[in-house]
């Protein structure tokens, strides 16, 4: 059979749940500027990033209605996801 190419392919460790996530996470309010971690939820794959991006802090570049935009830094390239509020929380410092 030919290989798999899809987006969640190499990722049975990495996107399986850890646990169940409240609503707090959902009701948080973000604002440009604030930093993140992109934290993958396997169970909703509407807005997943993908894999690359898990675990790595952006910052938030603008805010949507249900999603926000990141900078995130892979190598020496700056990226721009589009991710849902599932996939995020705060950093705590």
Same mark, same amino acid.
């Given at each position: 059979?030919?290989?798999?190419?899809?987006?969640?392919?190499?990722?049975?460790?990495?996107?399986?749940?850890? @646990? =169940?996530? /409240?609503?707090?996470?959902?009701?948080?309010?973000?604002?440009?500027?604030? !930093? *993140?971690? &992109?934290?993958?939820?396997?169970?909703?794959?509407?807005?997943?990033?993908?894999?690359?991006?898990? @675990? =790595?802090? /952006?910052?938030?570049?603008?805010?949507?209605?249900?999603?926000?935009?990141? !900078? *995130?830094? &892979?190598?020496?390239?700056?990226?721009?996801?589009?991710?849902?509020?599932?996939?995020?929380?705060?950093? =705590?410092?």
């Amino acid at each position: 059979m030919p290989q798999h190419r899809g987006p969640r392919r190499k990722t049975r460790s990495l996107l399986t749940s850890k @646990g =169940k996530h /409240g609503l707090s996470r959902l009701m948080e309010q973000y604002q440009e500027g604030q !930093k *993140v971690v &992109v934290d993958i939820e396997p169970a909703q794959s509407k807005g997943m990033p993908h894999r690359r991006f898990q @675990g =790595k802090v /952006g910052v938030v570049e603008s805010v949507r209605r249900r999603s926000v935009v990141l !900078k *995130v830094m &892979v190598g020496n390239k700056e990226k721009k996801p589009i991710v849902r509020l599932e996939h995020i929380k705060r950093l =705590k410092e």
